[in-house]
């Protein structure tokens, strides 16, 4: 459901701990705008019937944002057809009827009104408010991408993908706009370090490097994950110098560690470290774990997500998987989407309105093609100079460490090459866990069952902290 996997049983089985539940029961049915949501169709214990806002935020402790119904519904007993299966029309009459549980706020002004129209044609859902979610109603990477792309066509604007992280609210994206038209100063330094969730401040953040090309593009998939592993859990990333097309990037990747460890130790000075690496940023992540242990510190953690030891025969493999990942991003969000948008849009048009909204489409783009041809401007992310991350990473020679390494391996790279590689590496201890899926799924498809395996690591770590023996 809009690029999510949905397990209908995980959302029943935390609906029936809330106390107010008898009995549930999860479907995805037409209803608003006649786009799949998902509903919840509810009996209760007593005769007291909870609001639905209410268990919406009793669910947040326990779900993830895109798992939680859209509207709930109560019933004396689940409706059933003669064949005992969920009666899809009865609860459909009945959801048309339940006032929305979401408080709608419209748009106080124009440059509101327009990023609504935004988020309405990317998402398919209406009506959205000023202070919805995007993540909640479903936003995904791809409808992240279209929707960066049309503020970047019509304002000129680029949006940052972790202010969509930090603020995602039209009302939080329209202040980001309006504060752009204020000169940046003159010269600024480059920051890495990326908040993807605050969580609990009492608790130990998890710092990850990135795989791919260590842009910000990355975080789209660690956002979801972070989401998994829990909120309350501080996540931060390190994106690549250079991925905002202006700074130059690293040259070696001991100066790559060097700036890591330095804004690291800006949010947590001293360990115990948690530290991590997803695909080539493993390779990272272990440099920084031992340059700080070479400075004296502890970490508690090194988790490895699908990375192999640097090599030229990985290195190759990366380039094949980068590939195809990028060839279907590419065509999902470059033309299936966009046309299945535009399809929808012209769908509920009369034939003069369709011409006006052919017409007025193609002179935008003209307009904006124009507009670029003589410029000089910066891409979101330039892939040439960032090319050289994953090749920078592969071609390295590990140092030595005498801590313990966490893999955690995809079932599929397992198969082929068991451990990856890296008990012939590295000389201290290795875990091991595999996850289901393929070196791309799973962390995408199969988020839920690695953040769950990651927030198990991330708990055993620190409470080990705790029952540790004091040392003189």
């Not at 592969?394 to 082929?416: F, K, N, P, V």
Request: aromatic share 8%.
């Amino acid at each position: 459901l809009r690029g999510f996997r949905i397990e209908p049983g995980e959302i029943e089985a935390a609906l029936q701990q809330h106390p107010a539940v008898l009995q549930c029961a999860i479907l995805a049915n037409k209803h608003g705008n006649d786009e799949s949501v998902l509903i919840g169709c509810l009996v209760p214990r007593s005769n007291q019937r909870a609001e639905g806002a209410a268990i919406r935020e009793f669910l947040a402790s326990r779900l993830p944002a895109y798992m939680i119904p859209s509207a709930f519904v109560w019933f004396d007993a689940l409706p059933l057809t003669p064949n005992g299966k969920l009666d899809r029309r009865v609860i459909a009459e009945r959801t048309t009827q339940v006032a929305q549980t979401r408080a709608y706020v419209p748009p106080q002004f124009s440059l509101q009104a327009q990023l609504i129209e935004f988020w309405e044609e990317v998402l398919n859902r209406r009506p959205i408010g000023i202070s919805d979610d995007f993540f909640e109603l479903g936003g995904h990477s791809l409808a992240a991408i279209q929707l960066i792309s049309r503020i970047r066509e019509t304002f000129q604007t680029d949006l940052p993908i972790h202010r969509l992280f930090s603020t995602p609210t039209v009302a939080g994206v329209a202040e980001y706009i309006t504060a752009q038209t204020t000169p940046p100063p003159a010269t600024r330094q480059f920051q890495s370090l990326l908040a993807i969730q605050k969580g609990n401040p009492d608790q130990r953040p998890f710092f990850l490097v990135p795989g791919g090309w260590g842009a910000e593009l990355e975080f789209l998939v660690y956002g979801v994950l972070a989401r998994h592993v829990g909120a309350d859990q501080p996540f931060y990333g390190l994106k690549a110098r250079g991925s905002d097309g202006v700074a130059t990037p690293h040259h070696t990747l001991a100066q790559m560690v060097a700036d890591y460890v330095a804004e690291i130790r800006t949010v947590q000075p001293h360990g115990p470290y948690l530290i991590g690496g997803e695909c080539v940023g493993g390779v990272a992540a272990y440099e920084i774990a031992r340059v700080l242990e070479a400075m004296g510190e502890k970490v508690a953690l090194l988790a490895l997500l699908g990375t192999e030891p640097p090599s030229r025969a990985a290195l190759r493999r990366l380039h094949r998987w980068d590939r195809a990942k990028n060839r279907k991003d590419f065509w999902q969000a470059r033309i299936v989407q966009p046309f299945k948008a535009h399809m929808q849009q012209l769908a509920k048009l009369p034939l003069g309105g369709k011409i006006r909204y052919l017409w007025t489409r193609l002179n935008r783009k003209r307009f904006w093609n124009a507009k670029t041809a003589g410029e000089q401007t910066a891409p979101l992310e330039s892939h040439k100079l960032l090319a050289q991350y994953p090749r920078m990473l592969m071609g390295h020679q590990l140092g030595a460490y005498t801590g313990r390494i966490t893999l955690l391996i995809d079932e599929t790279s397992h198969g082929q090459t068991p451990n990856l590689g890296w008990e012939n590496v590295h000389r201290g201890e290795l875990e091991v866990h595999v996850l289901p899926g393929t070196h791309l799924s799973y962390i995408r498809e199969n988020a839920a069952i690695t953040a769950a395996k990651l927030r198990e690591l991330l708990i055993l770590a620190t409470s080990n902290l705790h029952h540790a023996p004091a040392t003189a």
